[in-house]
């Protein structure tokens, strides 16, 4: 399995992290995860959202020291 593709989205407000994570995904294989990492609160449903939306997996999402992590896998 290939590592993760990484996108620091840190910082930005919605919905620029969704919108950055859908740029990303185009360079990410089938199969393949983003990790994504941000701050902005409102991302945790934004990227649940966006999941259902696209039909992507949210493997997991997690916090720790302000920073979310959430890994997306293209289906």
Known sequence: ????????AKGLKCPLPV?????A???VPTG???RVL?????A???FQH????TGYR??????EAGVLTFEIEKT
């Open 1 to 8: 399995m290939a590592a993760p593709v990484i996108l620091d």
């Open 19 to 23: 919108l950055k994570a859908r740029k």
């Open 25 to 27: 995904m185009k360079d």
């Open 32 to 34: 393949g995860v983003l």
């Open 38 to 42: 941000a701050t902005d609160p409102g």
């Open 44 to 46: 945790i449903g934004d």
């Open 50 to 53: 966006f999941c259902d939306v």
């Open 58 to 63: 949210l493997l997991s999402h997690t916090e």
